[in-house]
């Protein structure tokens, strides 16, 4: 009785959080995530600490050649906590493979014992007619297997994001972060990426390919009210998982 509660409380409170997130696209298009609430503008309010202090002199604000990012020949690349960079995501890849296996194998095996002590004539008496104990054994057995698979991709993903560095690790190394969200009529589009980037690899454009992204995470999908219909039931999803045929 006990389990039956709690299975029951499971599925309700399941239920519950599913309706809970498809309330809000019922009616109208889905809500945008508040950009006040990730981690690009946290990074951007509170950039830390310098490592190292640099002193400046006040001729160099005001020069076009003192190197800094404000003047002429400055870098302005991505190198801090809160700067932002542009990722180039450009996958065009496909895939193929294809096994086959064959496998066969027979045997025999034959034993006959005509004359061995007079004994398989003083057996054959024994025997129905017709039976003969002269070829003892025979035996025989042939077996054969054959398999064969292939597997076939292909993905293209063409996109652009401002991703913004969200810490700057020891070793040098930048941590990014971005999001964009774009909405057509009721369906809202999210793509996120995130990983670990070399300043070195970021170009003079003060962008960077996702190929030279270290633990790239890029997620391509959206919510709304396609998506909902597109997706089985939360109930369904949890047959098809405990269920064992």
Partial sequence: MKLTLVAKCAVLGLGLLSGCARMDHIGK???????????????????????????????????????????????????????????????????????????????????????????PQRLDNELPTGASSADLVDLGSSSSSGGSGSVARSEKLELRVAATVVDVLPNGVLAISGSQELRVNFELRELLVSGYVRPDDISRQNEVTYDKIASARVSYGGRGQITDVQQPRYGQQVLDAILPF
């Fill in 29 to 119: 298009p889905p809500s945008f995530t508040p950009a006040n609430e990730t981690d690009e503008h946290v990074a951007m309010l509170y950039q830390g600490l310098p490592l190292t202090s640099q002193t400046q002199r006040a001729v160099d604000h005001s020069s076009l050649w003192s190197g800094s990012r404000q003047s002429l020949l400055g870098d302005r690349r991505a190198t801090k906590k809160g700067d932002i960079l542009t990722v180039v995501i450009e996958i065009d890849e496909k895939a193929s493979i294809s096994n086959e296996t064959d496998r066969s194998r027979s045997s025999s095996e034959s034993m006959k014992l005509p004359q061995l002590l007079g004994l």
